[in-house]
C-alpha cells in the first residue's frame, strides 16, 4: 500500500511537469506563423489580404518582413547563398528572378505538388516566361505586371504648342517636341537620358532573344537595338534635354512635383507612384499614351517563390496561390497599390473602364492593358543584373565623357562576355 500511494505521487509530478510541455507543444502548433518578404508596394498587398487568410487559416499567423526594395533583394540574397534566415514566401522583382534561379536555391514550381503549368494559360504570355529559367523549371509565380507606357504633362505640352501624336509618332519626333518643350516652357523632355535607353532596350524584342544576353548563351550588347537606344539617348543628352537626375531620387520627385519634368517613360505601375506619394498635387495634369513608334516593352513586375529552404512549403504554396491566381485578391492588389494584374481573368473586369482621375478622367488601362497583350517573351538570365549594370556604365561614359556609342558597347559586350564563359 505505501508503494502503490508513492507510484501515485510521482506520476502525478510526473504529469504536473508534462502537460506544461504538451500545452507548449500544443500551442506552437495551433500557432503558426507563415513568413512573407517583401518590399513596397507588394508588402502592403500582403498585409491586407491576411483577413482572407485567416478565413482559410485562422490558426496562422502571416509575418510579413518588408525591407526597401534595394535592401530587400541584398537580403534575400544573402538568406539564399546561406540557407538561413529563409522566410516562406519571397518576393522577387523581375530584374532578379533569374539570377536566384539559377541560383538553385527556388523551388521548381511546375513539379509536384505545385504543378503551376497547369494555370499556364491564365497568366500573362511574357510574365509566366520570366519566372521560367533556362531549364524548363518555374520559379516563381507572376503576381503584377510593368506595361511600359508614356506618362507626359498635359499642360506643357499645351504650353508648348504640342499635342500627345508629336511625343508618340516616332522617336525623332520624341526628341524633337523635347526641344519644343524646352524652349516654351524651361521644362525637360526626360529627368535622364539613361530613362530613354532604358525603354528603347526592353521594347520589340523578339521572342527568344532575351534582354542582354539569348538562350544559347550570346551577349547582345552591341545589337541594333542597344546602338539606336544608346544613340538616342545621347541625342537627348547633346540637346540638353534631360535634367541629369536619377529616379527615385528626391531630386526626381521634386522634378515631377515642380512641372521642370515633361515626360517619364517607365512601368504603368508609375502613374500609381504620382498620384500615391510622389507627387499627388498633380493631379489631373497627367496622361498616359503607348510608347513613341508603338514599341511594346514591359518594365519591372512582381513574382512569388519558395526557397527550397523553406519550413512551410505547403503554407506558402497556399498563400502564392491566393495572391495570384484568386481574381478579387489580384483586383484588389490593382485597385489599391495600382499593381497591373499577371492574371488574364481580371483583364475585362469593368475596372479597366473606369476613368482615372489623376489622368484628367483617361481610361488608362485599357491602353497598358492593350500593350500587355503586345509585349514578346523575353528569356530571362542570370546575369541580367550584372549585365544592366555594365551597360549603364558604358552609358554613362557616353553621356558624360562622350566615348563612342559602338566602342562602349563592344567594351560592355567584351566585358559581359568574360563574366558567360566563367
Known sequence: MPFNKISFMNVRRSLACLLPALFAISLAQAQQTLTVAAYPAVDEI????????KKKHPSVEVKVVSRAFADHHTAMTTALSTSSNLPDVMVVEFGYVARFAEGGGLEDLSATPYSIKSQQSRFVPFAFRQATAISGAVVA???????????????????????????????DAYVAAGTKIKTATGAYLVAHARDVKDIIIRSNISPGEGLYIDAKGRVLVDSPR?????????????AKLDNKISAWSNEWSEGFKRGTIATQMSGAWLA???????????????????????????????????PKGAKNKALAWDFIQMMTLDPQMQLNAFKAQDAFPALVDVHNDAFFDQPIEFLGGQKARLLWRDASRKISTVDVHKLDPIAEEIVNTEMD?????????????????????RRVRR
Not at 500582403?46 to 487568410?53: E, F, L, M, S, Y
Not at 553621356?399 to 567594351?411: P, S, Y
Open 46 to 53: 500582403a498585409k491586407a489580404a491576411i483577413a482572407q487568410w
Open 141 to 171: 509565380v507572376p503576381a503584377d505586371i510593368g506595361p511600359g507606357t508614356l506618362l507626359y504633362r498635359a499642360d506643357i505640352l499645351k504650353k508648348a504648342g504640342l499635342i500627345e501624336a508629336d511625343l508618340t509618332q516616332s522617336w
Open 397 to 417: 561614359k557616353v553621356l558624360d565623357q562622350g566615348k563612342d556609342v559602338r566602342t562602349a558597347l563592344a567594351d560592355a559586350k567584351a566585358l559581359l562576355e
Open 272 to 306: 500609381g507612384h504620382l498620384n500615391n506619394w510622389l507627387a499627388p498635387d498633380t493631379k489631373g495634369l497627367w496622361r498616359a499614351s503607348q510608347l513613341p513608334e508603338q514599341a511594346w516593352g514591359s518594365w519591372g513586375g512582381s513574382f512569388y517563390t519558395i
Open 226 to 238: 542597344f546602338v539606336r537606344a544608346f544613340e538616342l539617348a545621347k541625342k537627348v543628352r547633346d
